[in-house]
Structure formats: structure tokens, C-alpha cells
Nanobody, 125 residues
Framework: VQLQASGGGLVQAGGSLRVSCAAS????????MAWFRQVPGKEREFVAG????????YYPDSVKGRFIASKYSANNSVALQMNSLKPEDTAVYYC???????????????????WGQGTQVTVSS
């Protein structure tokens, strides 16, 4: 299983960015997927999760109403649309896939076995 992240970059506060993750070796349609972010010296933080059907999404309060996670079965990918970005959203963003199929989205990083390589998102003030 490989997850290839893309997107990210530099944006001003209040702007939008989209990060994507293309999967190979497994279908995203059968697995819960998630996005995490990490800054140096801190633990990886959960920012979005989608259950295996794609019908349920979960967000922490820090991004709720601003971030939208989506699954795309047609091209076997997931995406995270980030709006109204803040400087505190600056981090490396990772996509993740659960180990077992047909599960709900989980918020803890150890519950995901497969990870993308990460993509940098920088929000300037």
C-alpha cells in the first residue's frame, strides 16, 4: 500500500489550500481514512477522518467548519480542502489509511497503519 500526498504550499491567512492523497494497492472505498498534521516537537494531531463508506466525517473543534475531507473512489484518492486558514494551521499534513476494512474513522494515529509522506502547509500572517 502506498499513499502519495500532493498539494500544500504557502498561503496567506484567510486563504484556502487543498491537499490530496492518491492511494495504490488498496481501494480507499473500503477503508477509513484520515488526515493528521504535525509541527516539530509536537505529537501528530488528528484533523479529519472519514469512515469506510464516506458517509461520516469527523473533525476536531480546531478545524470544524473550515476543513472538509472527501473520498474519491473514481481515482482512488482522498482530499482535504482547507479554508479560512490560520497561521496555527502551519504544519506537515499526512494522510493515513486504516489497517482493517469497513471501519469507522479513528482519531488516534496508532490506529492507522499506512501513511503518506507528508506535505508542508505554511500559512503566513
Amino acid at each position: 500500500v502506498q499513499l502519495q500526498a500532493s498539494g500544500g504550499g504557502l498561503v496567506q491567512a484567510g486563504g484556502s489550500l487543498r491537499v490530496s492523497c492518491a492511494a495504490s494497492g488498496r481501494s480507499v472505498s473500503n477503508y477509513a481514512m484520515a488526515w493528521f498534521r504535525q509541527v516539530p516537537g509536537k505529537e501528530r494531531e488528528f484533523v479529519a477522518g472519514i469512515n469506510w463508506t464516506g458517509g461520516s466525517r469527523y473533525y476536531p473543534d480546531s478545524v470544524k467548519g473550515r476543513f472538509i475531507a472527501s473520498k474519491y473512489s473514481a481515482n482512488n484518492s482522498v482530499a482535504l480542502q482547507m479554508n479560512s486558514l490560520k497561521p496555527e494551521d502551519t504544519a506537515v499534513y499526512y494522510c493515513a489509511m486504516a489497517e482493517r476494512p469497513y471501519g469507522s474513522a479513528r482519531t488516534r494515529s496508532y490506529e492507522y497503519n499506512y501513511w503518506g509522506q507528508g506535505t508542508q502547509v505554511t500559512v503566513s500572517s
